[in-house]
């Protein structure tokens, strides 16, 4: 899902929509059968649309 990196400083975006509730929410990153993505930055914000 996601893709290589174009280099060291020039990342792919990837949106991926999530359903958060109101107050605390948990998201968590990871891949159970290798090395997780290198994640530069998450960005929250509400869905246009």
């Known amino acids: 899902m ?3 990196s174009y280099s060291w400083s020039n ?3 990837l949106p991926v ?3 958060l ?3 605390v929410n948990t ?3 990871g891949n159970p059968t290798a090395y997780a ?3 530069d930055k998450v960005t ?3 869905l246009n649309g």
């Open 2 to 4: 996601f893709r290589n």
């Open 11 to 13: 990342f792919w975006d």
């Open 17 to 19: 929509p999530v359903t």
């Open 21 to 23: 509730k109101a107050g």
């Open 27 to 29: 998201i968590t990153f």
């Open 37 to 39: 993505p290198d994640i």
């Open 44 to 46: 929250v914000a509400p």
